[in-house]
T-cell receptor, first 113, second 115 residues
Framework: GNSVTQMEGPVTLSEEAFLTINCTYTATGYPSLFWYVQYPGEGLQLLLKATKADDKGSNKGFEATYRKETTSFHLEKGSVQVSDSAVYFCALTLNTGGFKTIFGAGTRLFVKA | GAGVSQTPSNKVTEKGKYVELRCDPISGHTALYWYRQSLGQGPEFLIYFQGTGAADDSGLPNDRFFAVRPEGSVSTLKIQRTERGDSAVYLC???FGLGSQETQYFGPGTRLLVL
């Protein structure tokens, strides 16, 4: 079946550290891939997306590349800030048999000053 | 403009009661989605609408759950004979169109607690 697996948290980093949050997926067809973020006390919002293989999504210093060969969409940031502390969700939206969106379980990131 | 709004923000009910959760999407968005999020988990798909029709309701857990969008804008998620296991945050999202590349805009959610 279709699924998204992301690394378990929490992830705790010091400010200016390098961040990687792993995400792999299983899906029929060619889904679009997303990272959504939920800051404390706020709703889910789009961080970045990629709609086809080898596309790179980027926003606010975060990047992720759609890797079809490894079915992955890992999130990276070169230098995290305290304000990046949030829960990050990897998700896919199918393009075969409908447009259902499937989310991973989320990874909580804590960044210490 | 205004984002997606959901009412009520919190709902406490007793087991066996009926509840309605409302979602107001962003104006002009044709697609609307409902999700359920349990503590420590990602959102779980329930149903999505294109216009007035439910295009995919395969995520509704059983026939106690039903959703409508009669005029293609506001949607109501209805839960009959609530059970304690229905306790969760119910999220609504909308998107301009329907397609795999569409960005979904989420509301703040309704936190449902069934006692």
């Amino acid at each position: 079946g279709n699924s998204v697996t992301q690394m378990e948290g929490p992830v705790t980093l010091s400010e200016e550290a390098f961040l990687t949050i792993n995400c792999t997926y299983t899906a029929t067809g060619y889904p679009s891939l997303f990272w959504y973020v939920q800051y404390p006390g706020e709703g889910l919002q789009l961080l970045l997306k990629a709609t086809k293989a080898d596309d790179k999504g980027s926003n606010k210093g975060f990047e992720a590349t759609y890797r079809k060969e490894t079915t992955s969409f890992h999130l990276e940031k070169g230098s995290v800030q305290v304000s990046d502390s949030a829960v990050y969700f990897c998700a896919l939206t199918l393009n075969t048999g409908g447009f259902k969106t499937i989310f991973g379980a989320g990874t909580r990131l804590f960044v210490k000053a | 403009g205004a984002g997606v709004s959901q009412t009520p923000s919190n709902k406490v009910t007793e087991k066996g009661k009926y509840v309605e959760l409302r979602c107001d999407p962003i104006s002009g968005h044709t697609a609307l989605y409902w999700y359920r999020q349990s503590l420590g988990q990602g959102p779980e798909f329930l149903i999505y609408f294109q216009g007035t029709g439910a295009a995919d309701d395969s995520g509704l857990p059983n026939d106690r759950f039903f959703a409508v969008r009669p005029e293609g804008s506001v949607s109501t998620l209805k839960i009959q004979r609530t059970e304690r296991g229905d306790s969760a945050v119910y999220l609504c999202a909308s998107s301009f169109g329907l397609g795999s590349q569409e960005t979904q805009y989420f509301g703040p959610g309704t936190r449902l607690l069934v006692l």
